[in-house]
């Protein structure tokens, strides 16, 4: 069974995901109760009809138990800045879930989506199996690094292999320009300072054209934390970049931020430690210590 806490625009595009796949039974929580049940019977409607899959809403977290994999979607507030605008609502509200889930569901795989991530997911890798306790959102932000680089160079996404973005999941996350392809060749030596830093800035700020337009990330964000929970609930390991507790990797301990991991139905089960420059690792320091000074932040308002 797949939980979903928090049922607004990215809890629900998740749900839908699941359930029109038939990727197993889905549970919505949320807060306002009725909005969970209310999606859950839409939900209901787009299930295959060879599927014995349900779908079911409810406020009341003790029906977790048994889930395989939880997913946290929900949120309070949005951010206008930077993602730990919303830090201090969310913090309070990331410790009351995680107790409950330590509590009804404690070997369940948890992914965490909401912001700020990196910071999420440190503090509820205090509740639970740490190694079960991931963050998503570099996958997302891998995405839009190769959609920037396939307009750079007037291609299709498919040309453009190995994008990836490491470090905090907001303005100063690292795009891997030295381990990104067009065609088999490396990008760095396509690419002037110029362009690497225009894209640099485009992938970093991507969000802000979504705020000017939309709103926010739903359907990336979505299909991002759907291929995980799918990994996990069919067991077939996942390469993917995702926010997790370091122990040393990359020179990095006691924070959790954007790597590259295996994942599988055991949680992660490889971090995977790849060549980067010297300039991408100062850069990867400079992320790490911004997501170190907003965990001690956030742990202050938990003491
Ligand atoms: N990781 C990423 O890359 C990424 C990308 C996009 C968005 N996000 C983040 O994802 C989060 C959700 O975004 P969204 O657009 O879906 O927000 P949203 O539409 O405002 O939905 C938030 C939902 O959370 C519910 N909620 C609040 N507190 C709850 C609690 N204690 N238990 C259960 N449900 C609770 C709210 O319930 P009510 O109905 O009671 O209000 C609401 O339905 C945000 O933090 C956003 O920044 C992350």
Same mark, same amino acid.
């Given at each position: ?27 919505l929580v949320n807060r306002t ?60 509200? /990331?410790? #009351?879930?995680?107790? !409950? @889930? $330590? &509590?009804?569901?404690?070997?369940? %795989?948890? +992914?965490?989506?909401?912001?700020? =991530? ?102 990336? /964000?979505? #299909?991002?934390?759907? !291929? @995980? $929970? &799918?990994?996990?609930?069919?067991? %077939?390991? +996942?390469?993917?970049?995702?926010? =997790?507790?370091?122990k040393g990797e990359y020179g ?52």
């Amino acid at each position: 069974m797949i939980s979903i806490i928090g049922t607004g625009r990215v809890g629900s595009a998740i749900a839908f995901l699941c359930t029109s796949s038939g990727l197993d039974d889905v549970l919505l929580v949320n807060r306002t109760e009725k909005k969970a049940i209310g999606e859950a019977l839409d939900l209901a409607n787009t299930i295959p009809s060879n599927s014995s899959i349900s779908v079911m809403g409810t406020g009341n977290y003790s029906k977790i138990a048994n889930s395989d994999v939880i997913i946290i979607a929900a949120s309070i507030g949005e951010h206008s800045a930077a993602r730990t605008d919303m830090m201090s609502e969310n913090t309070l509200m /990331i410790k #009351k879930i995680m107790q !409950d @889930i $330590a &509590k009804f569901a404690p070997e369940s %795989k948890i +992914l965490i989506v909401t912001n700020p =991530v990196d910071v999420l997911t440190f503090l509820a890798s205090k509740y639970v199996i740490q190694k079960n306790t991931i963050g998503v959102a570099s996958s997302l932000d891998s995405s839009r690094f190769r959609f920037l680089l396939a307009h750079q160079f007037g291609t299709d996404q498919s040309h453009i292999t190995d994008a990836l973005v490491m470090g905090e999941h907001d303005d100063s996350m690292v795009p891997i320009f030295s381990h990104a392809k067009f065609g088999g060749t490396n990008v760095t030596e396509l690419l002037d300072q110029n362009q690497i830093d225009t894209i640099t800035s485009k992938v970093r700020f991507y969000w802000k054209d979504l705020r000017s337009t939309k709103g926010s990330s739903v359907y990336g /964000i979505a #299909k991002n934390t759907f !291929d @995980i $929970a &799918k990994a996990i609930i069919n067991n %077939k390991s +996942l390469e993917t970049p995702a926010s =997790v507790l370091l122990k040393g990797e990359y020179g990095f301990e006691n924070l959790c931020m954007g790597v590259p991991i295996t994942v599988n139905k055991h949680g992660i089960v490889k971090i995977h430690q790849i060549p980067i420059t010297q300039n991408e690792k100062d850069q990867l320091c400079k992320s790490a210590n911004i997501i170190k000074n907003n965990i001690t932040q956030a742990e202050k308002l938990l003491s």
